[in-house]
Structures are given as C-alpha cells and as structure tokens.
C-alpha cells in the first residue's frame, strides 16, 4: 500500500515542480526589460503613451522631456542637433537609441537621467562649428566627464518625418562621430610618440637631432610639412613644429613598445562608456622602418576615435593617468534604484614627470609652434595640432589640446574633416571653445 | 448515518457557509477599494487579508481551509473575469452555483463504500466515447458536447471516473503489483489495458492530448506510490517517449506546440502569439504589478481559460503570482494530509486527487512560463469554465468529506 513516505515524496516532488515554476516566473521577471521593447509586444507603444524621464545637463537644464497635452505626449528635445546622436531619439515607429536607449528601463519609470554635459557650452560650439563636417569633444581631465560632444552633420531628434532622407544621407547625421568616427590621427598622436619615448629613456627634453626637412628609410621619404627644415632643434621644439623627421625616427627606436604604449593610452581597443564606442586600429608588428616612421607622424593604417584622442591626450593632462570618460553622473529613484557614477581611474600609463616635460611641449606648440592660433593672451594653453592626409580628400584638420596647461580643467579635441591644416582649421575653434568652457566652468 | 451525526454534520456546514459569506464579503470590499489604489496595494492586502483568514481559523480551532483556499482562488477568479469580460463572470457565477451544489453532493457521499471498479471503468468509457461521437470541436480538440443550449466539456466529469477506477484498480491489484503474484495476467491487467487504453485511444482521436498527458501522469504517480520499482518507471518514461514520438508524426498541432516551446521568437506572429504575448503580459507586471484593470491582457488569446495566471502576473505582479503558487501548494498540501490519514483505496483516492490538481497545474503554468510546451490546459479552480469547476468542486467535496471521517 502507499506508504507514509511515498506521501513524503509526492511532496517533495511537488515542491520540486512548483519550485521550477517560481524560477521560471522570477526568470520572466528579470528578462523584463528587454520583453517590453521587443517589437511583438503590443506594450511597446504604451511605453509612447506615458509620462518618461528627463535627461538633463550638469546644470540640472532639462535637456530633454516628456510633454502632455490631453492623451497626447510628446518627447522634446532642448538641445542642438549636433548631440543627437548621443541623446538618441525615442520614436515608436523608428525606435529607440543613444542614451533614450541604454536608460530605457529608468527613464520609462520616470527616474531622471542627469549627465555631465553643459547645455550652453554644446550650443556654443554648435553654432561655432557651423557647416563644416567633423567631431568635437570637450572634457574635464581631472575626472573625465565629457562636458560637450558634437557630430557634424547632425539631425533634429525631435522631428524625425525624414528619416529616410537622414538614413540615405551621404554625410551619415546619424553616425556618431565622436564615439564611432575613425580618422588617421595625424601628428596629434606625436605627444603620444614624445611621452612613450621619454618613458622609455630613449630621448629628453633637451635631446637635439638635425632636421633637413626630410628623411629617408631605404629609399622612401617622409618629409616635414611643407619641406621645411628645422636645424638643430630640441625634443620640444620638435613636437612645437611637429617635425616629421625627429618623430618618425623615435617611432623607429620604440617600434613594438611604441605601439604597446599607444595602446596603454587606450587606442586601439573600444572604451567601455554608457554607449558603444569603436575601437579604431593599431597596426600590426610587422613593419618596416618606413612604416614605424609612418606610425610616428600618425599616419600609417593607425585609425582613431576623437574620444580615444580626447582620453590619451587627458592622461597627459592628467599626470600620467588615463581617465574613463563617461556622460552620466546621476540617476534619481527610489532608494535601491538610485544611480551615481564617479570619476574612474583606467591606469597609470606615464610618470607624472613625463606628463608634465610633455604638457611643457605642448604649451611651446601653443605659444611659439604650430598651434598659435590657439593662442590666447594670459592663458597657458597645451596643444597639438594635426594634419591627417586619408585616402577620401583633403586631409583632417585636428586640433587636440588642454587649459589652463598647469592644472587643466577643460580639453578640447577638434576634428573638422577635409579641413585642411590642423593649425588654421581646427586651432582657432578650439581657442574659443577652451575660453568658452572655462567661462562656464567658473559659473556653479 | 445517525441522525445525530448528519445534524453535527449540517452545523459544520452553516459555519462553512458563513465563513464563505464573511470571506467572499471581505474580497468584494478589497476588490472595490483596490481597483483603483496604487497597484503595489493589491497584493500586499490579498496577502494580509490572508492572514487574517488563517489566524482567525487556527484560533476558532477550525480548518476546513481547503475550503477556504478553493474559496480564495475561485472568487478571485470571478473578480478577475469580470475585469476581462463582465458577462463571463455572468456565466461563472451560474458555474458557481451549480458546483457549489456539486460540492455539497459529493461531500455528504459516503466514499469508503466498496463499488467495482468496472463500474466507473465502463462509464468512464461511455463519456468519452460519447464524445467522441456526438463532440464539436472546438479550438482543435474535438471535447465539446451540446446538449440543448448547454455546452459542456464531458473529458472533465470522466476526470472523476478515471480516479474512481485507477484508485479501485490499484487498491484491488495492489498485491499482485508488489509481489508479482498469482492471478492471471488478463485478471489484473485486462481492465486496465480496455479503460485506459481506450481512454487514451479516445483522447487522441479527439485531439484532446492535454488531458491525455495528465492521466498518464496522474496514473504513473499513483501506481508508482503504491509499489515502485526502477523497471516500471523505466517502463513509463519509455511509454512517455513512445506516445511522445508517436504524437510527433501523427499530429500537426502537437509538432507546432513543440516547434513554438524550441523557439517562440521565430513564430512570433503565428503559432507562438499566444504564447509570447502571454510572456509579455506576464513581464510587464513587474514585481508588485500594474494593478487590476491596469494591464492591456486582452490581447492575450485565451486570457479568461489558459492563460489566466498571466492575467495575475501583468495585474498583480510576480508576488500575485507567486501567492497563487503557494495556495495551490497549501490545496496540495491539504489534500495529501488527508491522504494520510486515509486506509486503502481511500488514501489512494485523496492521494490521487492531490497528484491531479498539483500535476494540472504545473503542466498549465510551465506551459504559460515556457517550462514545458503548451499544453492547452487550464488552472482548477482559476479559469472560465464551468464544467471545470463543477469537477473540481466535486472532487474538493470528496476530499473534505474524508477529512471529517476520522
């Protein structure tokens, strides 16, 4: 007959079955997110039927908001079109993306979104970029908190009835520059170059070479900008006139370590920040004293994001150590759904003695070298200028560079695609947006 | 019985009727006031009222609480169905009445009285062949009958007689099975291979294979308590593989089930709709739901019979849902007590019982969940469906009517 423990066990194995089933509910639950913006799932529209949370700047201005009107909600974008790759937009016909996207589950509770970028200071710069093409990121060294990123060509996330027209459009508005833009970096990778050899002990500051203009590596030359020849120049004069000769030369004597070097600074590999951003390309080993000279002036098959620029040029502004950059502070809730991000350090890549000898270089860049447009009376500014040749046009125009070079506060990296030379395209917008950014810093 | 004891018996009775009345009362008033509070409020005061509920009982020394259980479940049920559809619930208070009669005739029965297993056996037969002849189908399984304006699904009353003959058959076989003993093979297993066989035989010419599954599942448990041995439970999970296999190729519907439980995503927009939209029903629910009234799960097919525990979910949330597990545990919990207390062919009835209800629900709910591939089901006592109800109640009453026989 059924014995008392047959009764035990019938239990156990209903605990056991039942048990399954609470997993498989608690399962469901977790996944939760993700069912409710699957396309299948009729709630997906409800989610644009509903008050949404805010994304606001580091001033507390509401970027972007939910307005209503009766039944009727609308999501409103206070902010140029040059961020709206980053905000992304929230469309039930088109979907969600950037920021509306990775805060998705937050922002449909209605929790805030507060990030670190100044409102004002992106609209400056996005009247001052004006029609060109390209990228700008402006942040704060110290803790690597973006203050301002723009892509040229941008889109109106607020409006999207053309759509179409943006997705088919040669100039891409939808692509966002700044994270996923991949550029030769041109001689804004010589700091880089300088502090990797200065680390190494290959050279010093008052190291000299002759440079006639041009150099030759079995028989294939690089030459400087122009032709010109230096003379007998220092190791800082050499990144303040950003000689091709002297840098193509240290990037022989560094060859692998160089590379292992450029990829301390974070290039080369994608950095991991709120959105996805590209990961550009080192090359690899294999090349000739030729191409490590390439490698030297930034050209070579190197590929870089403005946002690795921005990061590596940070570490020099930094004391030698690399920043995470990020774009969200905050995220307000009830207790265990709050959110706050502080600064992170990645690592230590250089010596705080090398950043400072290199952060020296670049100020005589500034007031004596290439990037004199970016001059301003009264302020140590450091930067870097670069001329990028590619194989679609006219080359880059890059500007990299930090103030006051001290104790930098803010860093702006400016890329205006086919501009030309870095020095006369890229370094008189980056002088505004240093002053500018630095204007705003000082308003709390 | 003595006249003495039927008047104890119709006292108990008027004090259950009047918890009833005070509990259904009380689940009125939460159901008015909630409607419209904060969703995290329902589940939370279903809870306490709960409480309130078992500490009263405990402390009045009564507990008829799979009663009172069953009261909670079906009342919630009706709360529920007059959220999707204020005529279903129409149509389910009538279920209600009629099953409440059923409950008070099975529980006033006298069960231990010896009546031959051919003789639910025969009947059992007689229902599904019924069905089979004269049935409508419906929704791909032919298990509806008509009888004038009345339509009702037969397969659930010959629930009843399948327990009746198994537990017969077992009890009366119990010692050939445990020691392989005398008794010719025809003897003890001839009646056994013509009901069930024929009952499955049945089943699956009407394409109800949800039931069919459960009977086979419910009859393995059963015989499997009574004496176990690895060959025989080797035997059943070959018999499982066989019938699974066989279904495979013979059925169109049952290869869907299986491709929809693999993958649902591919046929969001076909066969998996019910299923997925069931699953994102239930996730939207969150943890302490939407609130009744406040989810959209009129979009899920079938939300009012297979599907009513998403309704809970989207409505009152993974805690909701997790309440209602536990209440169905509490029901099985109850009921295997009773078994316990039981002799021979009662304790393998109440046992039964139990097994049914437990295995039900957990082929429904991991159906919904995706455990397992839909199986067309529905939860007792939680769905619209009155010939499911009166079943149930029926078999509630058996059970309750055994735990007073001490």
Known sequence: ?444 | MKNGLRRDFVLRDLRLWFDLAVWWALLFFWFKLTITAPPWWQPTTLFILLLILAVWNWWRGVSPYGLLIVAFLASLNWFLLYRINPTYADAQWRGWLLSGIAFLVSLHIDWSKAVHKHFFGSVGLAILIITGIFGKEIGGARAWLAVGPIQFQPVEFYRVFFLLFVSRFLFDSHRQLAHRGSGSFWDIWGPLLIVLGGAFFLLAFQRDLGPALLFFLVFMTLMLAVSFSWVRLAGFVGLAAGGGLTGWFVFAHFRQRLAVWLNPWQYADTYGYQLLQGIFAFAAGGFIGRGISQGTAETVPQVHTDLTIVLIGEELGLLGAAMILAMYLCLIFWGLKIAGRQEGYLRILSLGISVMWGTQVFLVIGGVMRVIPLTGMTLPFLSYGTSSLITNMWLLGTLSSLERER
């Open chain 1, 1 to 444: 007959m059924i014995r008392h423990s047959a009764l035990r066990k019938v239990l156990i194995l209903h605990l056991i079955l039942f048990g399954a089933l609470l997993g498989a509910m608690t399962y469901w639950y977790w996944r939760s997110d993700l069912l409710a913006i699957h396309p299948a799932n009729p709630r997906f529209y409800q989610v644009f039927r509903q008050p949404r949370g805010q994304i606001l700047d580091r001033h507390n201005r509401v970027l972007v908001e939910t307005t209503q009107e009766g039944e009727q909600f609308t999501r409103v974008y206070n902010h140029p079109s040059s961020l709206s790759q980053t905000i992304g937009y929230f469309h039930p016909r088109y979907g969600v993306t950037g920021l509306e996207k990775v805060y998705h589950s937050q922002l449909t509770r209605q929790q805030n979104v507060y990030t670190t970028l100044d409102g004002e200071l992106q609209k400056f710069i996005d009247e001052l970029f004006g029609d060109h093409t390209g990228a700008v990121v402006v942040t704060d060294p110290r803790t690597g908190q973006i203050l301002a990123t723009g892509s040229w060509p941008g889109y109106p996330n607020g409006d999207l009835n053309d759509w179409e027209l943006y997705y088919h459009h040669p100039q891409a508005p939808f692509f966002n520059r700044v994270l996923q833009g991949t550029y030769p970096p041109g001689s804004v990778i010589k700091p880089l170059i300088m502090a990797a050899a200065l680390e190494e002990g290959i050279a010093e500051l008052e190291s000299t070479w002759r440079d006639t203009g041009s150099i030759s590596f079995s028989g294939r030359t690089i030459h400087n900008s122009g032709q010109r020849s230096l003379g007998m120049i220092s190791l800082t004069e050499a990144l303040a006139h950003s000689s091709n000769v002297v840098f193509a030369q240290l990037a022989n004597e560094l060859r692998g370590g160089g590379l292992d070097y450029l990829g301390e600074f974070g290039l080369g590999t994608t950095m991991e920040m709120e959105l996805s951003t590209a990961a550009g390309r080192l090359p690899s080993e294999a090349l000739s004293s030729y191409g490590w000279g390439q490698v030297g002036i930034g050209q070579s098959d190197l590929l870089v994001t403005p946002l690795q620029i921005a990061a590596a040029i940070g570490v020099i502004a930094n004391n030698g150590v690399l920043m995470r950059p990020y774009l969200v502070r905050q995220i307000d809730g009830l207790i265990w759904q709050r959110q706050r991000n502080r600064p992170e350090i990645i690592r230590r890549v250089i010596s705080q003695a090398t950043a400072e000898q290199v952060t020296r270089a670049m100020v005589a860049a500034v007031t004596m070298g290439t990037a004199r447009r970016a001059a301003v009376n009264g302020l140590d500014i450091a930067g870097k200028t670069g001329t990028a040749e590619n194989p679609q046009g006219s080359d880059h125009a890059w500007f990299a560079g930090f103030a006051p070079a001290e104790h930098p506060k803010v860093l702006v990296v400016v890329v205006v695609e086919h501009g030309g030379a870095g020095g006369v395209a890229a370094a008189p917008l980056a002088r505004e947006i240093i002053l500018k950014a630095l204007a705003a810093q000082e308003e709390r």
